[in-house]
């Protein structure tokens, strides 16, 4: 056991590096994600057909498909048709337009919980449609969407582990290069369990601080 | 016209992984389904040890990458002096993943059950676990279909990822194909598609057994 600790002090500034890449490929996505989501989500509630058609599709493959397959399409097939990027862009292109999915039904579901009643009386008291989506939308919004938007990002961090196997140096693919270099197993990878926990655990953290700010 | 031929010539090797990819999947789900109950009422038990410590499993399974997990598993067991082939791992760590989702899940629909059935059943002289098994089990099981489907296409995806400890599934078989093949492009596409057509799939069989389920309510 004392063993276990020694290697794991040995390999901190490894172990560390990994965490830190793996937080701001998480921090990127996450923000690609949010923003790719909202316009999907709002491109659902428009007119035309063929655009509502196009985004429920783009939802239900994404949704469908597992996000391995979506970075070997990006990162192996990639340049066959012309798209060459290095192993952190797709990872964080990947992550981001695979999360924007299911960041896309949080916002939609939001969207759909507030009554058509509330608007047409926000209207008739004279609110403007800037008035009416600051005051009458967002609130209820927020609170209501804020506890699902925290348990997708704390997914997309768990995803990002899967970045590993297309090369990216980031927690599990730096605990990989700590297993090859000591020939210990479990104790690496425990310790990598136990920084995704940690991590995981600040983000959950910090989303019940930002819930109790979007209560209303 | 090649690529036709190239995923027509390589389909069968596919649907073959795809075969594997599911039978993992479902062995995983199934097995989970038990345990995903036991730990279930372990949350909600009366007794403090057993919560903090249905808790503490489930936290640590829901809160860790599944990726990670399965190496854990895979070079734990050796390790424990189990030898045992890669998609009995796979199947292992799938199954003990699964289960921290699903009694959550399960957790969700004992919480729409009227307190008083249970407090009846107990009245009546049925004993603790034989009053869950007849009276809670199936009303719960109809409550959560839906969520059991998601979880069943979440773990089918995330199947994806026992490629990495060699077990020939869909995700493998595609690899293998393309170390050949040298058309990345086409076959990932087209394992995509399977992958989505099987998604598919289950949740058009999850949305017929809702219907039917509710109709025997």
């Given at each position: 056991?004392?063993?276990?600790?020694?290697?794991?002090?040995?390999?901190?500034?490894?172990?560390?590096?990994?965490?830190?890449?793996?937080?701001?490929?998480?921090?990127?996505?996450?923000?690609?994600?949010?923003?790719?989501?909202?316009?999907?989500?709002?491109?659902?509630?428009?007119?035309?057909?063929?655009?509502?058609?196009?985004?429920?599709?783009?939802?239900?493959?994404?949704?469908?498909?597992?996000?391995?397959?979506?970075?070997?399409?990006?990162?192996?097939?990639?340049?066959?048709?012309?798209?060459?990027?290095?192993?952190?862009?797709?990872?964080?292109?990947?992550?981001?337009?695979?999360?924007?999915?299911?960041?896309?039904?949080?916002?939609?579901?939001?969207?759909?919980?507030?009554?058509?009643?509330?608007?047409?009386?926000?209207?008739?008291?004279?609110?403007?449609?800037?008035?009416?989506?600051?005051?009458?939308?967002?609130?209820?919004?927020?609170?209501?969407?804020?506890?699902?938007?925290?348990?997708?990002?704390?997914?997309?961090?768990?995803?990002?582990?899967?970045?590993?196997?297309?090369?990216?140096?980031?927690?599990?693919?730096?605990?990989?290069?700590?297993?090859?270099?000591?020939?210990?197993?479990?104790?690496?990878?425990?310790?990598?369990?136990?920084?995704?926990?940690?991590?995981?655990?600040?983000?959950?953290?910090?989303?019940?601080?930002?819930?109790?700010?979007?209560?209303? | 016209?090649?690529?036709?031929?190239?995923?027509?010539?390589?389909?069968?090797?596919?649907?073959?992984?795809?075969?594997?990819?599911?039978?993992?999947?479902?062995?995983?789900?199934?097995?989970?389904?038990?345990?995903?109950?036991?730990?279930?009422?372990?949350?909600?038990?009366?007794?403090?040890?057993?919560?903090?410590?249905?808790?503490?499993?489930?936290?640590?399974?829901?809160?860790?990458?599944?990726?990670?997990?399965?190496?854990?598993?895979?070079?734990?067991?050796?390790?424990?002096?189990?030898?045992?082939?890669?998609?009995?791992?796979?199947?292992?760590?799938?199954?003990?993943?699964?289960?921290?989702?699903?009694?959550?899940?399960?957790?969700?629909?004992?919480?729409?059950?009227?307190?008083?059935?249970?407090?009846?059943?107990?009245m009546v002289g049925i004993r603790k676990w034989t009053a869950r098994r007849h009276v809670l089990v199936p009303q719960i099981f109809r409550l959560v279909i839906p969520s059991l489907v998601n979880e069943t296409i979440s773990i089918l995806k995330n199947s994806s990822l026992v490629s990495v400890i060699a077990v020939t599934e869909l995700m493998r078989v595609s690899q293998q194909i393309v170390a050949t093949t040298y058309r990345p492009f086409e076959i990932y596409i087209a394992a995509a598609v399977i992958y989505i057509a099987v998604n598919f799939l289950l949740s058009l069989l999850g949305r017929a057994a809702e219907q039917r389920l509710a109709r025997g309510v």
């Amino acid at each position: 056991m004392t063993q276990v600790f020694e290697l794991w002090i040995e390999y901190w500034p490894m172990l560390a590096a990994g965490l830190a890449t793996t937080a701001w490929i998480c921090a990127l996505a996450t923000m690609i994600g949010i923003a790719v989501g909202l316009l999907l989500a709002c491109l659902d509630g428009a007119r035309s057909t063929i655009l509502r058609r196009t985004v429920r599709a783009y939802i239900e493959i994404m949704r469908g498909l597992p996000i391995l397959i979506l970075l070997f399409v990006l990162y192996y097939g990639g340049p066959g048709i012309g798209l060459r990027l290095n192993a952190e862009t797709v990872g964080v292109l990947g992550l981001g337009f695979y999360g924007a999915a299911y960041f896309a039904e949080i916002f939609r579901s939001g969207f759909h919980s507030i009554p058509k009643g509330q608007i047409e009386a926000a209207r008739m008291a004279g609110l403007s449609a800037g008035q009416i989506m600051r005051h009458v939308k967002l609130p209820q919004m927020l609170a209501l969407i804020t506890p699902p938007m925290v348990n997708q990002i704390i997914i997309l961090i768990k995803e990002s582990a899967v970045l590993s196997i297309i090369t990216v140096a980031e927690l599990t693919k730096n605990t990989a290069q700590f297993v090859n270099e000591t020939y210990a197993v479990v104790g690496p990878y425990l310790a990598a369990a136990l920084l995704y926990w940690l991590l995981v655990e600040a983000v959950a953290l910090l989303g019940r601080t930002v819930e109790r700010m979007v209560r209303y | 016209m090649a690529t036709v031929s190239l995923i027509y010539d390589n389909l069968p090797m596919l649907l073959w992984g795809a075969g594997i990819t599911v039978l993992v999947s479902g062995v995983a789900i199934v097995l989970g389904m038990p345990l995903g109950l036991v730990l279930c009422f372990g949350l909600t038990s009366s007794r403090a040890w057993v919560r903090h410590l249905s808790r503490l499993y489930q936290s640590v399974w829901r809160g860790t990458p599944i990726l990670v997990q399965l190496l854990i598993i895979y070079y734990l067991l050796p390790f424990l002096g189990l030898n045992v082939p890669p998609v009995l791992a796979a199947i292992i760590a799938l199954t003990l993943n699964t289960v921290a989702f699903q009694a959550e899940i399960f957790r969700g629909g004992l919480l729409a059950i009227a307190r008083g059935q249970m407090e009846a059943a107990r009245m009546v002289g049925i004993r603790k676990w034989t009053a869950r098994r007849h009276v809670l089990v199936p009303q719960i099981f109809r409550l959560v279909i839906p969520s059991l489907v998601n979880e069943t296409i979440s773990i089918l995806k995330n199947s994806s990822l026992v490629s990495v400890i060699a077990v020939t599934e869909l995700m493998r078989v595609s690899q293998q194909i393309v170390a050949t093949t040298y058309r990345p492009f086409e076959i990932y596409i087209a394992a995509a598609v399977i992958y989505i057509a099987v998604n598919f799939l289950l949740s058009l069989l999850g949305r017929a057994a809702e219907q039917r389920l509710a109709r025997g309510v």
